[in-house]
Antibody
Framework: QVQLVESGGGLVQPGRSLRLSCAASGYSFRSHGMYWVRQAPGKGLEWVAFIRYDGSDQFYADSVKGRFTVSRDNSENTLFLQMNSLRVEDTAVYYCARDGYNFGCDWWGQGTLVTVSS | SALTQPPSASGSPGQSVTISCTGA?????????VSWYQQHPGKAPKLMIYEVNKRPPGVPDRFSGSKSGNTASLTVSGLQAEDEADYYC???????????FGGGTKLTVL
């Protein structure tokens, strides 16, 4: 059974950093691209970042470009999101998701809440 | 830019409802990589449709997708109470924009 488990969320002050992790199990992690998608409280889904199966390419939403970095460790089956220079508007539940069907996210984690506030 | 969805839709049990998702030639109109997600309150999204009209295993055939030009659509036939949820469309957008979501549609089963 595919399982994605996010961790690392919490309360952080504006301008500070946070690193999210997503532990994958139940499938060949190294064979699939991975996404980070966020959802601000009461709002819709927003794509944040994508990394190819082998880590060779990364793509970012304009809202986080230059501040967030997505990476992966295929030997540890883990996806990361390094978030720097955090802003109040980055407050959201952050989901990791597997690219299972050509840009379709077929498995999602339960999400981890990041709150940016002074 | 985000794809455009109606904020709400509704139908009675057993009826059909269609949710639209309008984008541009750079996303919905230019690629057959439209997907649809169902999200119940407090839960993670669930993939319902991928590549415009394909269903993942386990998704009922009451859910179907289509596309015409820059607009994609999700149709839910034979509405059931458990279909009440938020629905989001998404499309591959190419280049640096890569993936874009719609604003979401709240489906109410009357």
């Amino acid at each position: 059974q595919v399982q994605l488990v996010e961790s690392g969320g919490g309360l952080v002050q504006p301008g500070r950093s946070l690193r999210l992790s997503c532990a994958a199990s139940g499938y060949s992690f190294r064979s699939h691209g991975m996404y980070w998608v966020r959802q601000a409280p009461g709002k819709g889904l927003e794509w944040v970042a994508f990394i190819r199966y082998d880590g060779s390419d990364q793509f970012y939403a304009d809202s986080v470009k230059g501040r967030f970095t997505v990476s992966r460790d295929n030997s540890e089956n883990t996806l990361f999101l390094q978030m720097n220079s955090l802003r109040v508007e980055d407050t959201a539940v952050y989901y990791c998701a597997r690219d299972g069907y050509n840009f379709g996210c077929d498995w999602w984690g339960q999400g981890t809440l990041v709150t940016v506030s002074s | 830019s985000a794809l455009t969805q109606p904020p709400s839709a509704s139908g009675s049990p057993g009826q059909s409802v269609t949710i639209s998702c309008t984008g541009a030639s750079s996303d919905v109109g230019g690629h057959d990589y439209v997907s649809w997600y169902q999200q119940h309150p407090g839960k993670a999204p669930k993939l319902m449709i991928y590549e415009v009209n394909k269903r993942p295993p386990g998704v009922p055939d009451r859910f179907s997708g289509s596309k015409s030009g820059n607009t994609a659509s999700l149709t839910v036939s034979g509405l059931q109470a458990e279909d009440e949820a938020d629905y989001y469309c998404s499309s591959y957008a190419g280049g640096n924009h890569f993936k874009v979501f719609g604003g979401g549609t709240k489906l109410t089963v009357l």
